[in-house]
T-cell receptor
Framework: SQKIEQNSEALNIQEGKTATLTCNYT??????LQWYRQDPGRGPVFLLL?????KEKRKERLKVTFDTTLKQSLFHITASQPADSATYLC??????????????FGGGTRLMVKP | NAGVMQNPRHLVRRRGQEARLRCSPM?????VYWYRQLPEEGLKFMVY????????ESGMPKERFSAEFPKEGPSILRIQQVVRGDSAAYFC??????????????FGNGTRLTVT
C-alpha cells in the first residue's frame, strides 16, 4: 500500500541552525511533491512544490530536494528562527485519472526552534 | 482576496445530532477537497468535488457522511447522527483547476467539531 512517512518525533533545534526534515514514500511514482506548514489551530499553508525532474528547489531560506531513486524528499530551513516553529507536512498527488490536485499527506513533523 | 472560508470555526453537537460544515472556496476556484484531522494525527482525505459533481469520495465513510458542492453557494459536509469518534478538525481546501502543473491546495482554517 502507499505510504508517506515523516518523523513523528518533534525536532528541536537552536535558533540560527539549519533544520532538516525528511519525507519518505513507498509505492508512489509522484510527478511532484509539495511541502506545507501548519500552525496550531490553523489550516496548512503551501510552501514549495518540486517536480520529479527537479533535484532541488529554493525559496528564500527554504530548500527542498527530491530523490526519486531513494523515494525521499528533504526539507531544509537555514538560519532558523523561533517563528519557524510549526508542523511541516509533505504531500504527494494521490494519482489516478480523476485525482485532480488531490493530495495524500504525511503525518507531519513538529519543529521547535529555541532562541 | 478572501481565502478559503469555513464556518463555523467551532461546532458542538450532542451524540445523534446532525453537523453541517460549510466551505466557500477562493474566488475562481471550482475544485473543493475535504480533509479530516484527528488530534495528533495527519490530514486524511475524505472527498473531492467540483461544481455539482462528486469526483472522488473514497475517503468518506459510507454511512452518515455526505458532501455537496452546488452550482450556487458553499460546499457542505454533512454528518448525520454524530458519534464521539467524529470529533475532529475538518479542513476544506480549494484549487483553481486540474492540470499537470499541480496547483497547490489553499486551505481554510477548519471547523473543529466536538461531539459530547
Amino acid at each position: 500500500s502507499q505510504k508517506i512517512e515523516q518523523n513523528s518525533e518533534a525536532l528541536n533545534i537552536q535558533e540560527g541552525k539549519t533544520a532538516t526534515l525528511t519525507c519518505n514514500y513507498t509505492n508512489y511514482s509522484p510527478a511532484y511533491l509539495q511541502w506545507y506548514r501548519q500552525d496550531p489551530g490553523r489550516g496548512p499553508v503551501f510552501l514549495l512544490l518540486i517536480r520529479e525532474n527537479e533535484k532541488e528547489k529554493r525559496k528564500e531560506r527554504l530548500k527542498v530536494t527530491f530523490d526519486t531513486t531513494l523515494k525521499q524528499s528533504l526539507f531544509h530551513i537555514t538560519a532558523s528562527q523561533p517563528a519557524d516553529s510549526a508542523t511541516y507536512l509533505c504531500a504527494l498527488a494521490s494519482g489516478g485519472e480523476n485525482a485532480g490536485n488531490m493530495l495524500t499527506f504525511g503525518g507531519g513533523t513538529r519543529l521547535m526552534v529555541k532562541p | 482576496n478572501a481565502g478559503v472560508m469555513q464556518n463555523p470555526r467551532h461546532l458542538v453537537r450532542r451524540r445523534g445530532q446532525e453537523a453541517r460544515l460549510r466551505c466557500s472556496p477562493m474566488k475562481g476556484h471550482s475544485h473543493v477537497y475535504w480533509y479530516r484531522q484527528l488530534p495528533e494525527e495527519g490530514l486524511k482525505f475524505m472527498v473531492y468535488l467540483q461544481k455539482e459533481n462528486i469526483i472522488d469520495e473514497s475517503g468518506m465513510p459510507k454511512e452518515r457522511f455526505s458532501a455537496e458542492f452546488p452550482k450556487e453557494g458553499p460546499s457542505i459536509l454533512r454528518i448525520q447522527q454524530v458519534v464521539r469518534g467524529d470529533s475532529a478538525a475538518y479542513f476544506c481546501a480549494s484549487s483553481p483547476r486540474v492540470d499537470r502543473d499541480a496547483s497547490p491546495l489553499h486551505f481554510g482554517n477548519g471547523t473543529r467539531l466536538t461531539v459530547t
